[in-house]
């Protein structure tokens, strides 16, 4: 079954660090791009993090740029979302997801992560909560 697992979430104190995992199962990860999202209550899915397959580059939306770190562990089938510095705005659930293509989308203007508008598979998502 062609599945991805997030894993890693909880509570934290602002301030605090989380690492997230992005397992894949019933397919190779490493070919494919993999992002991460979040959304919190009342708030639409926003991008957060990209990683490319064919040459490892990473995107990040501003908002985490400097505290997140995205990987990939192709060993271990296994993207990773090391988050430092959170604040409670980081608040959200977390989902991964590929669109099964190798790259990650970049706009043409300012070659900033351009999101998955296309068909994806889901994760079920992870709950992370920043808050003392």
């Known amino acids: 079954q062609v599945q991805l697992v997030e894993s890693g979430g909880g509570l934290v104190q602002p301030g605090g660090s989380l690492r997230l995992s992005c397992a894949a199962s019933g397919f190779t990860l490493h070919y494919f791009a993999i992002g991460w999202f979040r959304q919190a209550p009342g708030k639409e899915r926003e991008g957060v993090s990209c990683?490319?397959?064919?040459?490892?580059?990473?995107y990040y939306t501003d908002s985490v740029k400097g505290r997140f770190t995205i990987s990939r562990d192709n060993a271990e089938n296994t993207v990773y979302l090391q988050m430092n510095s959170l604040k409670p705005d980081d608040t959200a659930v977390y989902y991964c997801a590929t669109e099964w293509r190798s790259t990650c989308r970049i706009t043409t203007t300012d070659q900033t992560w351009a999101g998955m508008p296309g068909e994806k598979r889901w994760g079920q998502g992870t709950q992370v909560t920043v808050s003392s």
């Open positions: 990683i490319s397959s064919s040459d490892g580059s990473t």
